[in-house]
């Protein structure tokens, strides 16, 4: 009856962030992703907070997903949302070649606040469901990825086509990169050192 | 509980008061009303809170400042928690926020000319209705208001009861856990489903513990006499005895988690300390009065206490007595038992079933187990309880040496008013029972051992244990003493002889027997101690005393061989020791003569040295007696008995050879017989030898039959004492005839060559004495002389035979010819 005090040891949490320009689903593959539900009608995002436990590759995990405003308004506050991200994924529509256009930006921002060129970042097509509407063709897409040299990923927050993998394949990697850098912290103890050479 | 609300979304996740949140997450309830709170950064938003689904809550925030959780509390699964938060901004006021005041100049010039339009107005205005025109105004206003009041007072009226009673019955239906928990909590104390009371308890105290509002301070005030009862009837469980450890530590748990003020498993400890003090002391009172009316009883029926016991106790020993009540069944137990016996049987009971679980009760009070962990265990309370369970075993072990050993309380001590209340009691009735009650007392002792009691605790039992066994060691002991003692009156005089050893009767035998079987109770029950006592042999002074009780014991037979033959004028009972062995044997065999019984007593006691005490002392060692003590006790023994011997050897030649010394002067001069007017020739050894030699081939034949090893020794006495008498008679005689003379060689000379084999140093001068008190003899009388012996030899060789057989004897001539 007793309620214990002690809290379990709390899974490993990734830091996700959404990006991506306004209206592209990055709200909707969220909702869809954390609560398997489509939201039909629009409504701006300003900054929506979500956590969800989930099993990655036989381990828990806690996935913290941070849903920024698309809109140009909320610019200026992006970087201070950046800086705490451990993964991005940069959304844009298939059927908007503009915010498909705009991800270049999303993404020189993110490596500018970031200052890493190996973050864990995926580039998500959203709408896919949306064919006959297609202004963004896979290649081109695939294309931007290759010289970004990261994973790209064709979805739909409709449909859920997708939406797992996405989340899965960025948490995946955050993870991986953990471990790596864990790994070695512990093979070179002497940091700062490391730093200098760096 | 899986029902518990989770929220796992917000948007946005910052915002002034009054933004428009979103709550997403899970189990969020599944209507409006299952909603009883909502709270962001700390404040209940509950008010503007929309439930849309499951998953979805939109709301306003509240003023909250700061970084928060969202909390949702549902109806059916209490306050959940959130994975997410929430930051209260500050509505900031200033001149960065945008204003249209600031806007331009030219509105600024329009607002200026549009004062200057209301001037004119309002001057013009005053020419037409004067000063106070607002005044006029105003009361047109409080007019309208009034009327309208009144239009519209009913309606409004209406509404706000409506609104009163829509919100009474939310209320109701809200909170109707609280209101029928009084009623609730009332049949689950009827049914026993104190869990269920408690968790309600909980679950009210921390939902309106503190709350403000009158009704549910009233509807929470009667829970908590609702629950003020069940913790008196709690309460009152907790020390009704007897009852199970899981019981009670339910109950205490349950006590603890109604907060119950006080100490209640403290209380129990109490509780259950003087309960069994309380059945100890009462077990002893009843056995006791139980006693008393037998004892009573005993004594107005025959004034003698348990006769039947003692008579037939005084044939059996101790170790006998045992046997057969370790035969007997429980029935018969029961009935023939002490009290006091019954008494220790009932005690062990008690303390091995209820001691037990007082002590792992306050190991588990002190160990924390039964508080709740809020709670803080009172060290202090350490020494208390340990002078409790000192306490009880002090009573425990009190009461059992007031009964048994009451010669071990301290007489100064104030236990010895308090627990020495029985009445005396033969020994006997007792002592064959003790090896039981020690098995009680161990079996006690074990119980005890196994719960890790401090060691002065068991120290009490084991004081006590050890004491009791002293005790039926030196009982057990004194028993067989006394019985053997007594063991003369089973003499039934049937000889078995042993060619090497001499004769014996049954005697040595039964009282070989009896030691070996009282000296394996002992070890068996006393000296072998159980689990962690120690071994009394280990011990110098019993060591010491088990040497003395053993030959206590074998000294006590030496008394009742003692009885058998010497009439000891102190003790009246040896008197009619014939006539009742005679009775008891059943019998219709004449008892030998006085002196058989002498000389049968004597073999036995010879019988009991040789052979009886060294075989004695081998069993003993071998039962595991120390060697030393036993040794020194069974050569002490073995004095005794030799002093025994002796003497029963001197009584028993007294008694023979009194008469046959007394015969010979009154044989010598039968018939006015003078050796100083002898006239004829002697041709034959006078009567009086042959009667002496008859005499002595009678006793000779009484010891052959017994003992033939005494002969040597016996007859070498009687010879002495023999030429002694001849010695003084001879040298007494005034003149002697020269026939008188060569009768008086003749018959020096005929016992000299009857009596050679058993001529020691002291006859042989007797008789030399005798021999040179008479006249010389002359050849001629040398002659005849030796004819008469040897016509006396051939008469009498048949008779003579039986002072030979030691030594086969040449012949007859050449012994006469070297006279």
Redesign the interface.
């Known amino acids: ?2 309620v214990g005090k002690k809290t379990p040891i709390q899974p490993a949490l990734h830091k996700v962030i959404m990006v991506g320009s306004g209206g592209v689903g990055k ?1 909707a593959l969220t ?1 869809q992703f ?2 398997d ?1 489509f939201v039909e009608d629009y409504e701006p ?8 436990k989930v099993v990655l590759d036989g381990e828990e995990v ?1 996935i ?1 997903i ?2 920024t405003a698309g809109q140009e308004d909320y610019a200026a506050i992006r970087d201070n949302y950046f800086r705490s991200g451990e993964g991005f994924l940069c959304v844009f529509s298939i059927t908007d070649d503009e915010s498909f256009q705009a991800t270049q930006e999303f993404r020189e921002q993110i490596l500018r606040v970031k200052n890493d060129d190996h973050i864990p970042f995926l580039l998500v097509g959203n709408k896919a469901d949306l064919a006959d509407k297609r202004r963004v063709t896979f290649e081109d897409a695939k294309q931007r990825s290759d010289q970004w040299n990261v994973p790209y990923v064709e979805t739909s927050a409709k449909t859920r086509a997708n939406v797992d993998k996405a989340f899965f394949d960025l948490a995946r990697k955050i993870s991986s990169r953990k471990y790596r850098s864990e790994a070695q912290e512990e093979s070179s103890p002497k940091k700062s050192s490391c730093c200098i050479i760096l | 509980m899986s029902l518990a609300p989770v929220v796992t979304g917000i948007s946005p996740i910052e915002g002034v008061p009054g933004t428009k949140v979103t709550i997403r997450g899970e189990n969020l309830g599944f209507c409006q009303d299952d909603l009883m709170g909502l709270i962001i950064c700390g404040v209940d938003c509950l008010m503007s809170a929309e439930w849309k689904s499951n998953n979805k809550i939109v709301t306003r925030s509240g003023g909250g400042i700061g970084k928060g959780d969202i909390i949702v509390v549902t109806i059916q699964g209490g306050r959940g928690t959130s994975t997410v938060q929430f930051k209260g901004l500050q509505e900031a006021m200033g001149p960065l926020k945008e204003s249209a005041v600031w806007a331009n100049v030219g509105s600024v010039l329009e607002q200026v000319d549009t004062l200057y339009d209301l001037k004119c107005v309002f001057e013009s205005d005053i020419q037409e209705y004067g000063r106070q025109s607002t005044e006029v105004l105003q009361k047109a206003i409080y007019k309208c208001k009034e009327e309208a009041d009144k239009l519209f007072e009913d309606v409004l009226h209406r509404k706000d009861r409506a609104d009163g009673t829509r919100n009474a019955i939310n209320v109701l239906k809200r909170f109707r856990f609280l209101f029928y928990l009084p009623v609730n909590t009332e049949r689950n104390i009827q049914k026993g489903d104190y869990d269920v009371v408690i968790n309600d308890y909980a679950r009210a105290k921390s939902l309106f513990g503190d709350t403000q509002i009158q009704l549910f301070k009233k509807f929470y005030s009667e829970v908590e006499k609702k629950i003020e009862d069940l913790r008196n009837i709690l309460s009152e469980q907790l020390i009704k005895m007897p009852t199970t450890l899981e019981y009670q530590k339910k109950i205490i748990r349950n006590l603890y988690h109604l907060e119950t003020p006080g100490d209640p498993a403290w209380q129990c400890l109490g509780a259950q300390h003087a309960y069994i003090l309380h059945l100890l002391m009462e077990s002893r009172d009843s056995h006791l009065s139980r006693e008393l009316a037998d004892h009573d009883l005993g004594a107005n029926k025959g004034s003698t206490p348990g006769p039947p016991v003692s008579s037939s106790s005084r044939n059996t020993t101790p170790a006998a007595k045992y046997n057969k009540i370790m035969m007997s069944s429980v029935g018969e137990w029961q009935a023939s038992a002490p009290v006091r016996v019954l008494l220790i049987e009932d005690l062990g009971d008690i303390l091995s079933t209820n001691f037990p679980d007082m002590w792992k009760l306050s190991q588990a009070y002190f160990g924390g187990e039964l508080l709740p962990s809020s709670a803080h265990v009172d060290h202090f309370k350490h020494p208390e309880c340990k002078e409790m369970i000192l306490e009880l075993l002090g009573v425990f072990s009190g009461i059992i040496r007031g009964a048994i050993i009451p010669q071990t309380l301290n007489p100064h001590g104030a236990y010895i008013r308090k627990y020495h209340v029985w009445p005396e009691v033969p020994l006997d009735q007792i002592t064959p029972w003790l090896p039981q009650v020690l098995r009680h007392i161990r079996s006690c002792y074990n119980t005890l051992l196994m719960l890790d009691l401090p060691k002065d605790a068991v120290d009490v039992i084991k004081t006590l244990l050890f004491d009791l066994r002293v005790h039926c060691l030196t009982s057990l002991f004194q028993q067989t003493v006394d019985h053997l003692c007594s063991l003369h009156s089973r003499e039934d005089w049937r000889v078995e002889v042993d060619d090497e050893q001499g004769g014996y009767t049954h005697l040595p035998q039964i009282c070989e027997g009896d030691i070996i079987e009282c000296a394996q109770l002992v070890k068996e029950t006393v000296l072998e101690g159980g689990r962690r006592e120690p071994s009394l042999l280990d011990h110098p002074n019993i060591s010491k005393d088990i040497g003395t009780l053993i030959h206590n014991v074998i000294v006590a037979f030496a008394q009742a061989l003692r009885k058998l033959t010497l009439k000891d004028p102190d003790d009246p009972e040896v008197e009619d020791v014939p006539d009742r062995s005679n009775q008891e044997n059943g019998t219709t065999v004449a008892l030998p003569s006085v002196e058989v019984q002498f000389l049968i007593t004597l073999s036995n006691c010879a019988y009991m040295r040789r052979v009886i005490l060294p075989r004695l002392g081998e069993s003993l060692v071998r039962a595991g007696y120390p060697k030393a003590e036993v040794i020194e006790s069974i050569e002490k023994s073995s004095q005794t008995y030799n002093e025994l011997q002796e003497t029963l050897f001197d009584a028993y030649l007294e008694e023979r050879i009194d008469p046959i010394i007394g015969m010979i002067e009154r044989s010598m001069y039968l018939g006015q017989y003078d050796w100083g007017k002898v006239r004829h020739t002697p041709t034959e050894v006078r009567s009086y030898v042959k009667e002496i030699l008859l005499n002595v081939s009678q006793v000779h034949a009484e010891v052959v039959a017994v003992w033939p090893g005494l002969i040597p020794s016996l007859i070498e006495r009687m010879v002495e004492v023999i030429g002694e008498e001849m010695a003084r008679l001879i040298t007494c005689v005034s003149s002697f005839s020269q026939n008188g003379a060569l009768q008086a060689h003749i018959d020096l000379a005929a016992l000299n060559l009857a009596l050679n084999n058993y001529m020691s140093p002291t006859a042989q001068a007797s008789f030399q004495e005798a021999a040179e008190a008479l006249p010389k003899l002359t050849s001629e009388a040398k002659r005849s002389k030796e004819n008469v012996l040897r016509s006396f030899h051939n008469k009498m060789k048949f008779l003579l035979a039986c002072f030979l057989d030691l030594n086969p004897v040449p012949n007859g001539e050449q012994m006469i010819a070297s006279i």
């Open positions: 009856m007793s709200s909702l954390m609560y539900e995002t300003k900054a929506d907070s979500y956590r969800k806690q913290d941070l849903d």
